[in-house]
T-cell receptor, first 113, second 112 residues
């Protein structure tokens, strides 16, 4: 059973471009969480999704950021018109239920130049 | 709001040394407390957890005790190994898995 898979591992984008980060949860997991780690800071919660539903997006910036977890395929975190301040490591986690252990992916390191 | 403060790294120890990584927190209510570990090139893994005051979490020789009076959850291991080299994150959660609050992480390097 493969773990949580995130891709790409490293992503470089120029200011103004779009970044799309993908997360494939562990098999059978329908709960997905996205976290962001800015340099020198801890991981910060962004959004919690179940299949086709956003449950809690209280940690998501109001503009330029969106997330989805479709019925088929991976969860996508999309950042439009990236700025230098978006440079960070983005971690995805998945769990079987909202009360069981969350398993984390290796993260995607986004660099905006 | 909730916050977690971790001992700053990096920490370098010799093999078989005693390890303590400090973690203190501020939170409303009665959170669960966690230690996650990230080995090189891998994702974060849950190392241990405690869900109420005075609980002790333990795994792989690591221990941490939930101290409500000092709002602390310090990670300890009696004799570290080279394979323990990793980044360690302290975290708290009030709602299960969502909205975990993490510390900044402590990079630990063990030298033979």
């Amino acid at each position: 059973n493969a773990g949580v898979m995130q891709n790409p591992r490293h992503l470089v984008r120029r200011r103004g471009q779009e970044a799309r980060l993908r997360c494939s949860p562990m098999k059978g997991h329908s709960h997905v969480y996205w976290y962001r780690q800015l340099p020198e800071e801890g991981l910060k919660f962004m959004v919690y999704l179940q299949k086709e539903n956003i449950i809690d997006e209280s940690g998501m910036p109001k503009e330029r950021f969106s997330a989805e977890f479709p019925k088929e395929g991976p969860s996508i975190l999309r950042i439009q018109q990236v700025v230098r301040g978006d440079s960070a490591a983005y971690f995805c986690a998945s769990s079987l239920t909202d009360k069981t252990e969350a398993f984390f992916g290796q993260g995607t390191r986004l660099t905006v130049v | 709001g909730d916050s977690v403060t971790q001992m700053e790294g990096p920490v370098t120890l010799s093999e078989e040394a005693f390890l303590t990584i400090n973690c203190t927190y501020t939170a409303t209510g009665y959170p669960s407390l966690f230690w996650y570990v990230q080995y090189p090139g891998e994702g974060l893994q849950l190392l241990l957890k405690a869900t109420k005051a005075d609980d002790k979490g333990s795994n792989k020789g690591f221990e941490a005790t939930y101290r409500k009076e000092t709002t602390s959850f310090h990670l300890e291991k009696g004799s570290v190994q080279v394979s323990d080299s990793a980044v360690y994150f302290c975290a708290l959660g009030n709602f299960g898995n969502e909205k975990l609050t993490f510390g900044t992480g402590t990079r630990l390097t063990i030298i033979p």
